[in-house]
């Protein structure tokens, strides 16, 4: 059964003519007058802030499709590039004239841990909120149990039960409680409102963040998805970079003893070409110089041989003188 029926003040603003987010001041005084916006169990006046109220760190939270409860003295870790779901420690009792905010706290938004932006908390919610942590960083992010980690506010509504219909305060009350009979057979909780339009209410209570999760699924960070493909990737790249590496290693090891055959090769081939050249150049030379040698040899002998005796050379006789010719005279 609906906790709101048995407190009025869920449907009867008690200063209808106080608008805009409640400051702190009236915050305490819903709590504790009316038992509304907070459990006054859960209260401490130490987590009132200016325009709103401190929420903590409560034992359960979401992650990978599974729930978890942190034991005493521990902490919630929220891993690298995952998407959580934490409860808080107080219960929240919104009447049905009052909707609220709530996110993360300043300090934790710097290290880089976000929430969903602004959720609004309907009017006439009662049961413990669920806060949709992203770590979007590459370490880890603790939270002890029980540590002031977000904030709520609280702003009021229009006027429930605008109308003729509903004028007077116990007139609301009286269709609240019937719908609160009649609910189980209908969608959707309703009452009259302002010119006859259906004014709906909250109708659940929910008695953990668990409610809210849907059933048989399992809620993931995308981004940790990006982040294993990455990281699958790099380790891919990485074994192949090395096994390349090895083959290069390998390779390289063959090609150094590729390039000493090669070296001895091509030594050899030198000293063969040199030497046949050096035959064909040679080979030549050497019979013109055994020719040459066997010719001076042959001239040295014939210089050497003894040379025949003179023989006298003719007597040839003198002949006699003659006479000049004459010359004749006229």
Not at 131 to 152: D, Q, V, Y
Not at 165 to 190: F, G, P, T, Y
Not at 297 to 303: D, Q, W
Request: charge should be neutral; include cysteine; hydrophobic fraction near 40%.
């Amino acid at each position: 059964m609906m906790a709101a029926i048995s407190n009025r003040w869920m449907f009867v603003d008690p200063e209808p003519e106080v608008r805009g987010i409640l400051l702190s001041d009236r915050v305490e005084a819903y709590i504790k007058k009316y038992d509304l916006l907070v459990d006054a169990h859960d209260f401490k006046h130490s987590n009132l802030k200016p325009a709103s109220y401190t929420l903590t760190l409560g034992a359960k939270y979401y992650l990978n499709g599974e729930t978890f409860e942190i034991g005493p003295g521990g902490s919630l870790v929220v891993p690298p590039n995952s998407f959580v779901i934490a409860g808080v420690s107080e219960r929240v009792v919104l009447p049905h004239w009052c909707a609220a905010r709530f996110g993360l706290r300043v300090a934790y938004v710097y290290k880089g841990l976000l929430m969903g932006a602004g959720p609004q908390v309907d009017p006439g919610f009662d049961g413990y909120l669920g806060c949709p942590l992203h770590n979007l960083t590459n370490c880890s992010m603790r939270i002890k149990l029980g540590e002031p980690f977000a904030w709520i506010d609280f702003t009021k509504t229009s006027r429930l039960g605008d109308n003729s219909v509903l004028a007077s305060e116990d007139a609301l009350l009286e269709a609240a409680m019937r719908q609160e009979r009649d609910r189980h057979d209908k969608r959707q909780w309703v009452i009259p409102g302002v010119h006859d339009f259906e004014c709906r209410l909250y109708e659940t209570q929910r008695t953990s963040f668990e409610s809210s999760l849907p059933p048989g699924e399992t809620i993931s960070s995308s981004v940790k998805g990006l982040h294993d493909s990455v990281e699958s990737i790099k380790t891919a790249w990485e074994q192949r970079e090395k096994s390349m590496k090895e083959e290069v290693g390998r390779l390289t090891r063959v090609s150094q003893r590729i390039n000493v055959a090669s070296v001895v090769g091509l030594i050899a081939l030198f000293t063969t070409v040199l030497l046949t050249i050096g035959v064909e150049i040679w080979m030549p030379r050497k019979a013109a110089m055994l020719e040459l040698q066997q010719k001076i040899e042959t001239l040295e002998r014939r210089m050497n041989e003894p040379r025949p005796a003179a023989m006298p050379l003719p007597v040839v006789p003198a002949s006699p003188p003659t006479a000049p010719p004459k010359q004749n005279s006229r």
